[in-house]
């Protein structure tokens, strides 16, 4: 058997070829967190609930109190990082994790920006949006990714699907999520570290 010659082209051909095959589950880990953030922006929060919510964002803060410009970079990455390698990753389990994420971080962004509009008004939210644009497409990227892992269950061949899944799962986050997070993660730590 001949090894083929690495080459960074292919290897984005690829991602991009899987990205496309993802797609509709993409587009699910998407409806699913834009659903939960109307829910989390519009629906009133149990009294039980929002403790919660607010003692983790507090703790969250407590965590990057006094970091750097640097350290609050690595901070947001390796937070970003790490959510959206197990989402995929453990998305084999049934996709079970991704659908759980997708859920959970779309109420908390919906919950996070009424509070903010309550506070500071419709136009604190433009902070949120120059990072969101690289971080959001990452994090869905993550999320459909490890949605569509979980079906290999329901393929034929479950043994080559789950290699198959897998392998092309860990090649799109290294060539596609990975560089967007990084540039993601410079542009919210930067715009935090600054406009504090």
């Known amino acids: 058997m001949i090894k083929k010659k690495f080459s960074f082209r292919r290897e984005y051909k690829l991602s991009f070829d899987y990205i496309k095959e993802c797609k509709n589950f993409i587009y699910l880990a998407f409806g699913i967190f834009f659903f939960f953030s109307l829910v989390g922006l519009f629906l009133p929060v149990p009294e039980s609930l929002q403790t919660k919510i607010l003692e983790m964002i507090y ?11 640097g350290g609050l970079i690595e901070f947001i990455f390796l937070n970003n990082l790490q959510s959206s ?3 995929m990753v453990f998305g084999g389990i049934l996709g079970l994790l991704p659908v759980f994420s997708s859920i959970f971080n779309g109420y908390l962004l919906g919950f996070v920006a009424k509070i903010t509009l309550q506070g500071e008004g419709i136009f604190s939210l433009w902070k949120i949006l120059p990072h969101g644009i690289f971080e959001l ?3 869905f990227i993550s999320f459909g990714v490890g949605i569509k892992f979980g079906t290999f269950i329901f393929q034929k061949n479950k043994s080559k699907s789950f ?34």
């Open 59 to 69: 703790e969250l803060i407590q965590k990057t109190e006094g970091l750097g410009w």
């Open 85 to 87: 390698f197990f989402s």
């Open 137 to 139: 497409p990452a994090i």
């Open 163 to 196: 290699q198959d899944y897998f392998w092309n799962s860990l090649r799109v986050f290294f060539f596609v999520i990975f560089p967007l997070l990084v540039i993601a993660a410079i542009i919210e730590g930067t715009l935090i570290f600054f406009g504090n």
